[in-house]
């Protein structure tokens, strides 16, 4: 933590209300972001229990499993999760820009130009927390490998449509969600950690309602109490009056209101299917029925809460003014989606099991690469987190006291104005350090030359004034100008916006041809 | 000292693992060492923890368990890597009371071994002092090989999905089994020819399916650490002698008496204690009424110099006390300085 936001989380324990971490939303908030807030079924991997979903926050579409041991009705609720994704995922795929991208011609290996298709907005799905992430990454991993009757005809336990399809998808936006700085795939306590600090811990803060009770409190109630009550307060029946944002359901949920109502249903199943004839079995149909609204009702309860708290979240996140760099993120988010797209209509098998070296090496170093630039990008959006950069001497503000006219020793003599700049602030220079500041939006350099007295230093401007002996107009600062530099470079990746090596389709040349992997082994019985 | 009524709860080896992750709390080792059982005394404290597992979690874990342990442990020895284990032994463990149960352990573990033989211990119960009091643990099974190598098998419903399992699921698991390595150990050391494997099988459920899978996971650092962090602990009569007199944890008085109990023994609290003791709320409350920066985090005090209340903090950044030439106060004002500018710039204040 830095001493910055340590400063932060304490004035937040004295005013009870969270305090600013951030001066600008630093992440894409979609217009019609899709909610998911999903249950999973204690001590089964991948067993779903239930799920809140949808873009209409008056309208969540509820979707449950009764019995989550029944592998048919896990599959329906699998298949009415695909019937809720997917067209949302797929309406944004033909809505689509060109864009001119170096690439280099297969016959010829000459350096070409051309057209490809960029989707103009990508889909972005809002989780409740980091489990919710992880429970994407699970679900996409246990369906993209299921086979359909129509993949295989002789599959024991065949998915229904679409099911692996869903996989492929909720397993892509796992990964990217592992990417610094993306948006496609978001846990709203993530979203609010970014920007608020709380008087709580960095563990305390993964409760949602926690969370939100710091930023958000009711009046003349401290964010303490607030969340100490969202945290633990419990009604007389022992309930959690703030359910947990799941996956994980509360187990005093689980024994004392889910497990009895599951029992009831199981019950009235077996009579169902005992029945004699079609006049009893209509009557245990219709018990049956209502055994399963009670189920359905209680996860409703488990999951209304947190729906309500994600919408609150990113109610809050966007009364935040959008840091100016951030569409330059969700356009790298919005090639990843289009390759993702592509990938899919050029019928590739889905990903594979475990990454091979090469491409987890890239995927490393791709994240590397986005970790720099996010960081670099929100201190240059954002004052209060540059001024994290400026504590650790990687930035400094200050003004401009002077500024000598000077040239390169060449043939061709080049401008190197020497600047004279007065800063409080004390960065880590050493001889000919480059350090950088922003001119229209693109990165101007010069380097360290020496200190004046306490304060005053001399700086080398070298690049960006034209190619004339004298200076473009305006390429020089003037005397009186202030200026924030910074010692690390704003534009980590340079060049025009590649998608990301993975993300290199395969009619690109893409990653490194995987064959189909095989399904799954299934058991009979998958589940205990 | 938990009162006449209650009877005392042994310590097992998850509760060993988190005293060890806190050794510099007094207070829990006390009360685990006196054997109170800490959730109904944070129940009567006003400042319950959730607690309990969910049915189908259990459910689950011990069909689990059951699966794995079936075919007479044939499957079990299959994934330690056994094909044919002629001649199995699987003796029976059973025994009046804990005590009798770990010399019948112990028993079997030294026959085992002369014998040289494969021998499958289902449950067996192991003791272990802990800073003066006795614990009892009961590893899912132990493995005796017939060069008289001892394993320790932890049975989990975790899912190990393409080989590799949630990485902080498999650090806990790992912890909670160098504690019964440790304990093992002491009954190696009275065993000729006997040797306790430094790395235990983690015995799980294979991708979305029942199968199990195993993997061999080596707990040496766990079992180091471990190993510091209990001989760190402050032996439970010393802690116990500084009491107040007639200073008692018997549920049965009042929640006043409790609580002055309670506090006359120091904590030391950190968000940690959230996921591993029963005590957790109470002791953040008390850290946050004392304005200790701990219970924002264990790091915290390392940055903050000498400072460890959250208005001794806030006073030195405001510049209203503190020497500026201690260098965390001067970089206090200047992080407070910084940010204060850069909220001003932002139009935030
Ligand atoms: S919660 Fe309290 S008693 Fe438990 S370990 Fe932490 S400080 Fe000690």
């Given at each position: ?37 999903p ?9 779903p229990l ?6 209409d ?11 989550p ?9 699998l ?7 997917l067209?949302?995922?797929?309406a ?15 016959e ?8 490809v ?7 972005q799905?809002?989780?409740?927390g ?9 679900l996409g ?40 700085g993306?948006?496609?795939l ?8 970014r ?39 419990r ?50 149909m ?43 993120r ?6 990843s989606f ?7 209509r050029?019928?590739?098998p ?23 630039q ?6 240059l ?14 930035a400094?503000?200050g ?25 409080d602030?004390?960065?880590?220079l ?7 500041r ?24 070298t ?12 390429s ?43 399904p ?9 | 000292?938990?009162g ?15 005293l ?39 459910m689950?874990?011990?069909?689990f ?19 044919d ?12 009371g804990p ?17 040289k ?14 800073a ?5 643990l ?16 932890e ?12 990485a902080a ?15 093992l ?15 235990v ?11 199990p ?41 009042s929640?006043?008496e ?54 001794a903090?806030?006073?030195a ?31 935030c204040?």
């Open positions: 933590m830095s001493l910055i936001t340590t400063l932060a989380r304490l004035e937040a324990v004295e005013s009870g209300r969270a305090s600013p971490l951030a001066t600008v939303r630093h992440r894409q908030l979609s217009e019609h972001p899709l909610v998911l807030v249950l999973t079924t204690a001590g089964e991997a991948g067993a239930g799920a809140l979903i949808g873009t926050r008056q309208q969540p579409r509820l979707l449950t499993v009764a019995q041991r029944d592998r048919e009705l896990r599959f329906a609720f298949a009415e999760l695909a019937d809720a994704v067209p949302y995922l797929e944004y795929g033909d809505d689509v820009e060109l864009v001119e991208r170096n690439a280099t011609d297969a010829s290996g000459k350096r070409i130009k051309e057209e298709e960029l989707c103009a907005d990508a889909p799905l809002i989780v409740p980091r489990a919710g992430i992880d429970f994407v990454r699970l991993r246990s369906m993209r490998f299921r086979r359909t009757v129509e993949q295989d005809p002789d599959a024991a336990y065949p998915a229904p449509p679409h099911v692996p399809l869903l996989g492929r998808w909720l397993t892509h936006y796992g990964e990217r969600a592992r990417v610094p993306s948006s496609l978001l846990a709203a306590t993530d979203l609010l950690n920007h608020w600090a709380t008087g709580q811990s960095s563990l305390e803060d993964q409760h949602l309602g926690a969370l939100l009770a710091w930023i958000d409190p009711a009046e003349g109630e401290s964010g303490a109490q607030a969340a100490l009550r969202a945290e633990s307060y009604d007389p029946r022992g309930q959690l009056v703030c359910p947990p944002a799941g996956p994980a359901t509360d187990p005093a949920f689980d024994n004392r209101l889910l497990a009895p109502a599951v029992e009831a249903y199981d019950r009235v199943r077996q009579r169902w299917q005992a029945a004699q004839d079609g006049d009893e079995a209509d009557s245990w219709g018990e049956l029925a209502i055994a399963e609204r009670e189920i359905r009702r209680l996860l409703r309860t488990q999951m209304e809460p947190t729906w309500h708290s994600v919408w609150r979240a990113i109610d809050l996140a966007r009364e935040l003014p959008e840091g100016a760099r951030v569409a330059d969700w356009t790298r988010d919005r090639w289009t390759a993702h797209r592509d990938r899919v050029a019928g590739e889905p990903q594979p099991r475990r990454d091979d070296a090469v491409t987890a090496a890239r995927k490393l170093a791709s994240r590397e690469t986005a970790q720099a996010l960081e670099a990008q929100e201190a959006d954002d004052p209060l987190v540059l001024a994290g950069r400026r504590l650790s001497g990687e400094f503000i003004e401009v006291t002077d500024v000598v006219m000077a040239w390169s020793e060449s043939k061709r003599p080049a401008p190197r104005p020497l600047l004279t700049f007065h800063t602030d004390r960065p880590h050493g001889e000919r350090t480059k350090v950088y922003s001119l229209d939006g693109k990165p101007q350099s010069a380097e360290f030359v020496r200190y004046e007295t306490d304060g005053v230093l001399v700086l080398r401007l690049d960006r004034m034209g190619r004339a002996k004298d200076p473009a107009e305006g020089v600062p003037e005397k009186g100008d202030r200026i924030a530099w910074t010692l690390f470079e704003h534009d980590q990746r340079g060049g025009p916006k590649l998608p990301d090596p993975e993300e290199t389709p395969w009619t690109h040349g893409g990653p490194p041809g995987t064959d189909a992997e095989s799954d082994l299934i058991t009979p019985e998958d589940l205990l | 000292m938990r006449p009524a209650a009877r005392p709860r042994p310590l097992d080896a998850r509760a060993l693992a988190a060890a992750a806190n050794p510099g709390c007094k207070r829990r080792a006390l009360l685990d060492g006196a054997g109170v059982d800490k959730g109904a005394l944070a129940a009567a404290l006003g400042s319950p923890m959730a607690s309990g597992q969910s049915q189908f979690a259990f689950r874990g011990n069909a368990e059951a699966r794995v342990k079936s075919d007479g442990g044939a499957e079990l020895m299959r994934l330690l890597g056994v094909a284990p002629t001649g199995l032994q699987l003796p029976d463990l059973s025994a009046a005590d009798g149960r770990a010399a019948r352990t112990a028993l079997a573990l030294r026959e085992a071994t002369t014998a033989e494969w021998t499958l211990l289902d449950h067996p119960m192991l003791a272990l002092e802990v003066g009091s006795p614990a009892y009961e590893p899912d099974a132990v493995v005796v090989h017939p060069d008289g190598q001892w394993t320790v098998v049975i989990k419903s975790f899912p190990m999905i393409d080989a590799s399992a949630d699921k498999v650090g806990a698991a790992a912890r909670q089994a160098a504690v019964y390595v440790l304990a150990e002491q009954v190696a050391a009275r065993t000729e020819g006997a040797q306790v494997a430094q790395s099988l983690l015995v799980c459920p294979k991708d979305f399916s029942n199968l899978t195993a993997s061999v996971v080596d707990v040496r650092k766990q079992l180091s650490v471990t190993r510091r962090q209990l001989s760190r602990l402050t032996r439970v009569e010393d802690i116990a002698a500084t009491l107040p007199q007639g200073a008692t944890f018997d549920l049965e008085r929640g006043d409790l609580m002055a109990a309670v506090d006359s023994v120091s904590a030391a609290y950190a968000p940690d204690c959230l996921a591993a003791c029963e005590m957790a709320f109470h002791c953040r409350a008390a850290a946050r009424t004392d304005g200790d920066i701990s219970a924002l985090g264990r790091s915290l005090r390392g940055e903050l110099g000498g400072l460890t209340t959250g208005s903090v806030l006073a950044a405001r510049g209203e006390a503190g020497d500026p030439r201690d260098p965390a106060v001067a970089a206090l004002r200047r992080a407070a300085a910084l940010r204060a500018g850069a909220l001003e710039a932002a139009g204040r």
